[in-house]
T-cell receptor, first 116, second 116 residues
Framework: AQTVTQSQPEMSVQEAETVTLSCTYDTSESNYYLFWYKQPPSRQMILVIRQEAYKQQNATENRFSVNFQKAAKSFSLKISDSQLGDTAMYFCAFMNPQYNNNDMRFGAGTRLTVKP | GAVVSQHPSRVICKSGTSVKIECRSLDFQATTMFWYRQFPKQSLMLMATSNEGSKATYEQGVEKDKFLINHASLTLSTLTVTSAHPEDSSFYIC????????????FGPGTRLLVL
């Protein structure tokens, strides 16, 4: 079974600074997908970034980038130039396309607070 | 694009009644929809996966007679909490996937259920 671990329950960062959220996962598969989702106080889950395991290049979306270390099974999220609107819960998620229905498994989440 | 809606957003009911929650994909056809449950300050726990036109697949420990799922069309899935009790109070989130091979799930805004 796949497990996703987020070891930082809470983090804070000053506005305009950079913060990195950690995520590790456990799988014996070689082909899979990783995601970071953001859940602001509204509770709406928003996709931040995704990474295909077969791609060596780290995914980037504007101020959000990942450091994907496949051998170490690590998938950290870096947020640059943090903004107040980045305050939210961040969930790392794993999906194995080999499994029926391609369901997604989430980590416990990291609560990020951006301070003015 | 890729908008998922849920209705109602909030529901309060008496113990013993049944509650139906709708999940709709507004601008795409969803071959697969997922239902999650989220307790306060916790992660999303997958309850079941529903494919259009077939029976839902429930996760271990989820009572299928308690949580009835119907995926009647490519844009609508419903979750019915039967004979609700206070311990069923939670935040229920649905997500939808466009098709096999499309890995990204799009989430609805969630439904807060309070059973008195």
């Amino acid at each position: 079974a796949q497990t996703v671990t987020q070891s930082q329950p809470e983090m804070s960062v000053q506005e305009a600074e950079t913060v990195t959220l950690s995520c590790t996962y456990d799988t014996s598969e070689s082909n899979y997908y990783l995601f970071w989702y953001k859940q602001p106080p509204s509770r709406q889950m928003i996709l931040v970034i995704r990474q295909e395991a077969y791609k060596q290049q780290n995914a980037t979306e504007n101020r959000f980038s990942v450091n994907f270390q496949k051998a170490a099974k690590s998938f950290s999220l870096k947020i640059s130039d943090s903004q107040l609107g980045d305050t939210a819960m961040y969930f790392c998620a794993f999906m194995n396309p080999q499994y029926n229905n391609n369901d997604m498994r989430f980590g416990a989440g990291t609560r990020l607070t951006v301070k003015p | 694009g890729a908008v998922v809606s849920q209705h109602p957003s909030r529901v309060i009911c008496k113990s013993g009644t049944s509650v139906k929650i709708e999940c709709r994909s507004l601008d795409f056809q969803a071959t697969t929809m997922f239902w999650y449950r989220q307790f306060p300050k916790q992660s999303l726990m997958l309850m079941a996966t529903s494919n259009e036109g077939s029976k839902a697949t429930y996760e271990q420990g989820v009572e299928k007679d308690k949580f009835l799922i119907n995926h009647a069309s490519l844009t609508l899935s419903t979750l019915t909490v039967t004979s609700a009790h206070p311990e069923d109070s939670s935040f229920y989130i649905c997500s939808a996937r466009m098709g096999q091979g499309i890995e990204t799930q799009y989430f609805g805004p969630g439904t807060r259920l309070l059973v008195l």
